[in-house]
């Protein structure tokens, strides 16, 4: 029986926004409240995750002119490659662990050689990739890391915050990624000689621009006002619904990315928004770890999927693997197109976007294409409730009982 749930779940537990955020007293900057919080010197805004990878490479290359690849996970966003080449660079693809969304070690090793800049190891939806490993092989070789916490800000890992634990690391605050100014990053780094090396490289290649900010303080104000539940089923169930219906997957997951993405400062209302509902941000994280870890057992429950789960991460979503790509897809056909936040995490493995083109390392890589096609995700919005997280549930466990 059709079970049609009251509101629309948005895909990830983004922290909705208030009326008081938008207004007020001038409050403590933004990248001062991350600092502390991170427990880091210096914060850096940039005006998305990408942007502040951007930034990040071009500081980073200047120094080492030899130097121009990039190694990053065959399956993660495809803006990461894009942000490399936007700094000069090539991207080189790494397979993943079998049946994981981290890199593989060995593969990794194997990738990494005199060319190699930097490594990107990538947090995928809270869940924490092995940094330490990362580490240890970029050093090797003489390359740095840049951890890829865009999905992960206030997730905890190897004793410390995701992001912190690498030489480099970056947050988004993009729509629907737990903090959001609609679009923003956070950018950090261990070593704070590179502090100001990242300023200067911002300074350059990004540019003050009047257009795009109004758009994302207006993109940012109807975020606000629709990131709730009786208003999600207009701005994000109805085109997710349309483009579905056209087969246009990428369109359904808002994967639709262009290689000219914006450069330039944040303005100063949206960095006070941000700032604003910045220190909400801890108790949003417990809440929805809370309502993770009480709804993993259920998942336990069904034979074939595995629900990926760890000690110190943040709970956006429901990472679900399941047993095979006809499975997944017959379990998508019902729940993507309905109202329960059910959704894929990135629609291909990288070498499958056609307008990334060719990339070193795309022609070998199995398991990045098995994960790809064998993941989806389940909100962890507190506005998917208990009874349609169970329907969700039944769903799957109907779907692998009738193969
Ligand atoms: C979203 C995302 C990015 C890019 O961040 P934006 O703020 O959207 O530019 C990079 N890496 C991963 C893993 C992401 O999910």
Known sequence: ???????????????????????????????????????????????????????????LAEDAPTRREVAIPAFTCPLVPLAIRRAGLVPRLVDLTPGHFD???????????PATLA???????????????????AHRVGAVTIEDAAQALGARCEGGFAGTRGDVGFYSLA??????????????????TWHPRFRRAATRI???????????????????????PHGLGWAYGRPLRRALRRGDLLGAAGEHFAADFPLHPV??????????AFHRLPAFIEATSRQARSRLPRLALIPGVHVFADEGGTWPYLMLRLPDQATRDAVLKRLWPSRHGVSRMFVHALPDYRYLGIMPGGEDVPHARD?????????????????????????????????
């Open 1 to 59: 029986m059709p079970f049609r749930p009251e509101y629309e779940a948005p895909p990830t537990a983004g922290m909705p926004l208030g009326l008081a955020d938008f207004g007020g007293p001038d409050p403590a900057p933004l990248t001062a409240l991350a600092a502390v919080w991170l427990g880091v010197e210096e914060v850096q805004l940039e005006c998305s995750g990408t942007a502040a990878l951007t930034v990040a490479l071009t500081a």
């Open 103 to 113: 890199m593989d070690p060995q593969r990794l090793t194997d990738a990494c050689g």
């Open 119 to 137: 490594v990107v190891p990538t947090h995928l939806g809270g869940r924490v990739a092995d940094v330490a490993a990362a580490n240890a092989i």
């Open 175 to 192: 729509a629907g990624k737990g903090l959001s100014i609609f679009e923003g990053g956070l950018l950090v780094s261990r070593d704070e």
């Open 206 to 228: 990004s540019r003050w621009h009047p257009g795009w900010e109004l758009r994302r303080s207006l993109e940012l104000a109807a975020y606000a006002l629709l990131y709730r």
């Open 267 to 276: 303005g100063r209302w949206r960095r006070a928004v941000g700032a604003r």
């Open 371 to 403: 994960f790809a096609a064998r993941t989806l995700t389940i909100t962890n919005s507190p506005w998917l409730d208990d009874a349609a997280f169970e329907h969700v549930c039944a769903v799957i466990e109907a779907v692998i009982a009738s193969r």
